[in-house]
Every structure is written in structure tokens, then in C-alpha cells.
């Protein structure tokens, strides 16, 4: 673990995953979870010669809390972070709530960026029609959120203080046959408990408060970014709609869609290395 110094005093957590000295993409990971929910894609990185770099958000695992943060502040850490690892640019990559990170960061210091992507994206949740062919029981969640955006709060509340097991056996219920034999692999499941418990080493208090900020209005919009942006989204996923990957490719000027057929949205996992040949090799 590294740790790097912030804004106020506070200390961010990392890890390097890859080729230490390999080329520089930065990896934002999901709501909840944490730096060491990566360490399954370490192979896949050093394969392509590429340096994964993982914090910990404010609040998770063992990065210090910043209660009082917005989504529009994260560029500030990630500046720190990239100056600290002595990177000029460097990518970004993130994975399903990573999304509105990826996006803030990309619009704040478009100079550091070399290029940027999303897996397995949600977007903005009042988008209409992001939210056709979700799992109906996420549906009726995400739904309720937007209305009542405690709910959100208590909803990620009640994931950071269940069993991780327990909160992974009910993933699995939720899941395409697909994606389902990839997390229920002994590997997978070990990997993902361990991430969510480190996720709320602290207590669930990020998690609640990234969930209410994903539900509430956003204070930019996909439509802003200028940044050649690259999404891909698996046809089967049955919790990151499909809808909402296309809502995305329409709404972002630059964009690329990498469809991918009859596979839900842990393809990622078994196939990193296609996601980072698609980044840093494929069209701008």
C-alpha cells in the first residue's frame, strides 16, 4: 500500500497493480468498494505493460474521510495522487459508479488526461429510459433513490454493514447466468468479500454518502465532456443497463461504444486485457 498526502491533512490509500514502471492508467472503482477489489486484474495489466493504480476514495478503506466532499473535489486528490507518482498524464479507467469520477476528473484537468473510459457505466439516473432492462428489483431501488435520496443512503448503509458473503450470495441472485459463473469462481468470490470488507474498514458512511450524491441532481452532465471517451457495456448486464450505456455513447460528443454480445458486465474481469487494448491502443 502507498499512501500520498491531501488537502487538510488527510492520507490517501493506494495500490499499483501491473507493470509498476508500465503505462500509467488510473483505475476508480465502484460504489462500495475499494483499492484491493483490483488485485484480480494484476495479470491482465502486467500483460500489457500497464501500471493500475487504484486509491481508496475519501472514507474507504484506508483512505481518511472527507464528509464534507462532493464528486467535484475528487479531481483534486487524483492531481495530488498524479503529482506525488510523478505522472504528467496518465488514463483513466473506472467501473460502474466509478463513472461520475471518471467524467469529473476528465472535465477538471483535461491536460492530465491521455485518454479515458467507463465499464459497465451508470450514468445519471434521471436520464429517460437509462434504466430499461435493469433487474426490475434495482429498478424499483434506483427509482425510489431518485425520489427519496435518503433511501440511497440507508440502501449502501445496509450493504458496508452486512456479511460481505451474505451481500455477495444476494449479488449472485441478481445476476445473467453469465456473470454469475464468473463472480460464484472461488477466486472471484474470495476477491470481492475481501474488497467489500475492506470497503467499510472504516464504517459505511462513503458508501452512504456516494450513494445520495448519485441519486441527487449532478452538477455536470456527460454532455460536457470533450475528452475522447471510451465506454463498454456487455448486452446480458441485468444491473448496468444496457440503455444506459447507449444514453451515455449518444450524450458524450467524443465517445466510442465497445458493444459486447452475450456477456453481462463482469466480462471485465476474465478480459481486462481486450478493455485495455481498447483504451490505449484503439481510435481517439
Known sequence: MITVQARAGRSLALEIYGAPNGTPVMWFH??????????????????????????????????????????TDWPNDVRTIADALQLERFSLLGVSGGFQYVLAT??????????????????????????????????????????????????????????????????????????????????????????????????????????????????FEPADLKTPFHLWQGELDRTHPPAMGRYLADSIPCSTLHWRPGVGGLFYLNDFGSVLDDLLTGPV
Open 30 to 71: 465502484g460504489i462500495p468498494s475499494s483499492r484491493v477489489g483490483a488485485r484480480v486484474l494484476h495479470e491482465q495489466a502486467l500483460s500489457r505493460d500497464v501500471a493500475l493504480i487504484v486509491p481508496d476514495r475519501p472514507g474507504y478503506g484506508r483512505s481518511d474521510p472527507d464528509p464534507q466532499r462532493r464528486v
Open 106 to 219: 476528465a472535465l477538471a484537468i483535461p491536460e492530465r488526461i491521455h485518454r479515458a473510459g467507463i465499464i459497465s457505466a451508470m450514468g445519471p439516473l434521471r436520464a429517460p429510459g437509462a434504466l430499461v432492462g435493469i433487474d426490475r428489483r434495482m429498478r424499483l431501488l434506483y427509482e425510489l433513490g431518485v425520489r427519496q435520496p435518503r433511501v440511497a443512503r440507508l440502501w449502501f448503509s445496509s450493504i458496508g454493514r452486512s456479511d460481505p458473503q451474505r451481500v455477495v450470495r444476494r449479488q449472485l441472485r441478481l445476476l445473467d447466468t453469465t456473470d454469475r459463473d464468473i463472480l460464484s469462481h472461488p477466486l472471484q468470490t474470495s476477491a470481492r468479500v475481501d474488497d467489500l470488507r475492506e470497503a467499510s474498514h472504516q464504517d459505511t458512511l462513503a458508501s452512504q454518502l456516494e450513494g445520495q450524491m448519485y441519486v441527487e441532481h449532478w452538477d
